[in-house]
Nanobody, 123 residues
Framework: QVQLVESGGGMVQAGGSLRLSCAAS????????MGWFRQAPGKEREFVGA???????TYLDSVKGRFTISRDNAKNTVDLLMNSLKPEDTAVYYC?????????????????WGQGTQVTVSS
């Protein structure tokens, strides 16, 4: 069992930055691929990015070059650094864990989810 708690959300102006953090409890954090998803009002939850057990990563095309995922297996945390934020990045952001050796990009591949943290980008 893994419990995930996100933090770091808030309101920022367009062009600004935010760092989201996800703290995981439970054993074997290093064996999980970690992902970030987001859900805007009235829209489906979409994949933002993921980091594998070994540190490889993949991103949604619209956030490539702006967002960076990192993990600290000693602290059981995964961060999402978001730069050059745009109003269309406004959403609730969710952290998720998948017990897989690859980079999962589908919601169905993830086993555990956090409660989400709100990010609002004003124009």
């Amino acid at each position: 069992q893994v419990q995930l708690v996100e933090s770091g959300g808030g309101m920022v102006q367009a062009g600004g930055s935010l760092r989201l953090s996800c703290a995981a409890s439970g054993r074997s954090f290093s064996r999980y691929a970690m992902g970030w998803f987001r859900q805007a009002p009235g829209k489906e939850r979409e994949f933002v990015g993921a980091i594998s057990r070994s540190g490889g990563s993949t991103y949604l095309d619209s956030v490539k070059g702006r967002f960076t995922i990192s993990r600290d297996n000693a602290k059981n945390t995964v961060d999402l650094l978001m730069n050059s934020l745009k109003p269309e990045d406004t959403a609730v952001y969710y952290c998720a864990a998948a017990y897989l050796p690859v980079l999962p990009v589908r919601r169905s591949e993830y086993d555990y989810w956090g409660q989400g943290t709100q990010v609002t980008v004003s124009s």
